[in-house]
């Protein structure tokens, strides 16, 4: 440890530099970047429909409600950025079934979510609406809204929209790898600063040679990234074990006498 | 309504992948050998209205006093995960029966047109959370198993492998104690459970109008087909909507075999089965006329 900083400042100073060096780098962008590209397929898919609307809301693990990341068309201003809980229409279904659903002709005096088209201002006559999957999870919904050449989307529509949804899906799930690769370094950085006397200065060094693609040690981060979100995937039972080992794995290390430190 | 006995062909349209062998170009003759080729639909089910035969709606609820309904929902229950970690479930009573999306109104309306004496039983296995979603759809099985139901009528699936074994252990158990569970497949062509094990009746959309008609498919997993495409249906708050989507195709086959089962209630799932590929529209009859 250094003798000359106090141990949680130095740590924070540290963190500081790591994540401004992540960012700098382009990692933490990504998201941002990934919202575009939604927004390019939205885009794309009410276009190929002939819709009047399309929309993507993804998932909210912490509350359980589904958020509107990106929309085009009628009601887009209004709609982004709005939640929905789980319960409430046709996006909710989808999302808790993972059953893309077709719906149109509603009868006028009962909308697909009230309180929704009230304060969005804007209320569809047909609804197309398709699951987000990575895996075998839902993590969002896609919805393309107001067919204009026909009164409701057909089984077609439905296949379609599925093939833009798995575009989503995988640009949201490249997102997620991302960030759980800039967690790892993270955590490494974490690690190593338990480490011993030599911490902060391998700190520097990893946080540079992490952001130099060529560098082994970026390479080693991303296969581990990769291998635990490919794990993570498999299911619950599977990321439990994986935690499971590798903490037994941990505990081992620690409990060896470590001649020579 | 009554059986229709001119059941019409599927226009030829692109179809998604699991309808797709119900199309007129891809659907195959099936061949009904000795005694079984002599069922017609009139042995089945005529004269039938599902006298008696409890069905379970496991789905987001049942409207209980939506006009399509005409007051046959006899019951229901909400399930709701209570412990995470062990898979425990809660049953909560839900009398009357009320829905959260309309979808299991829409489903329970379809069974109550085909099978109109038939009781229906609100399962609600969704809610506002996704966590355990699974198990509160597992629970929704084991409740239509231990109430005696006679059809368990399920417009959900988990493509989820961990649950694989949990799902099969309940579709054996209902099997053997003479539940009929009838699934919709998903709209994506991926494993879904329970849909695709032997024991469960599985269903796709095919192209149709007539909700009597309704395909045997030789090549399996998809077992059946039935009308699921601009289907009128019964919604949310009294309302209703033309839907789209291979759960409405469950609900027909649902509603059909609650008439046979009102009318022959000695026939086991397995023969029921069987009497269903008798009476598919496209199964030729033993006097070898060709399918209809």
Known sequence: ?261 | MTPSEQPEQPQARALPAWSSQFSPDRLQEIAALGPIGEIDRQWAWGGSHGEGVRVAVIDSGIEHDHPAIEGCARGGTVVEVEDQASGKVRYLDDNPPADIFGHGTACAAIIHAIAPAAELYSVRVIGRDLTGKALQFAGGIRWAIDQGMSIANMSLSTSRSEYYGLFHELADEAYFHNVMLVSAVNNIPAPSYPSLYSSVVSVAAHDGHDPFTYYYNPSPPVEFGALGIDVEVAWLNKSTSVSTGNSFAAPHIAGIIALIRAKHPELTPFQVKTVLLACAANTRPADGSPAT
């Open chain 1, 1 to 261: 440890m250094s003798e000359t900083v106090p141990d949680n400042e130095r740590l924070a100073a540290e963190f500081r530099q790591l994540l401004t060096s992540i960012e700098a780098a382009g990692v933490a962008l990504l998201p941002a970047s990934n919202l575009e590209l939604l927004q390019t397929v939205v885009e794309a898919a009410a276009q190929i429909f002939g819709a009047a609307a399309a929309s993507i809301c993804l998932l909210d693990d912490a509350d359980q409600s589904l958020e509107f990341k990106v929309a085009f068309g009628a009601g887009r201003d209004e709609v982004l950025g709005m939640r929905i809980p789980l319960d409430r229409g046709i996006a909710g279904y989808v999302a808790s079934t993972g059953q893309p659903i077709a719906i149109s002709n509603v009868s006028q005096d009962v909308r697909f979510n009230q309180e929704f088209a009230q304060s969005t201002g804007y209320v569809p006559a047909s609804i197309l609406a398709t699951p987000l999957m990575i895996s075998d999870r839902v993590i969002g919904v896609m919805e393309v809204l107001d067919k204009i050449d026909a009164v409701s989307f057909g089984m077609q529509d439905m296949e379609l929209l599925g093939v833009f949804a798995r575009q989503a899906a995988l640009a949201i799930e490249q997102a997620q790898q991302m960030n759980g690769l800039a967690q790892v370094l993270v955590n490494g950085i974490d690690q190593l600063l338990n480490g011993g006397a030599e911490g902060p200065t391998l700190l520097s060094e990893i946080a540079d040679e992490a952001l130099d693609h060529g560098q082994a040690e970026y390479q080693q981060a991303m296969a581990l990234a990769g291998l635990l979100f490919e794990i993570g995937q498999a299911g619950e039972a599977e990321w439990r074990l994986c935690i499971d080992v590798l903490t037994g794995l941990r505990d081992y290390l620690r409990s060896r006498p470590r001649f020579g430190r």
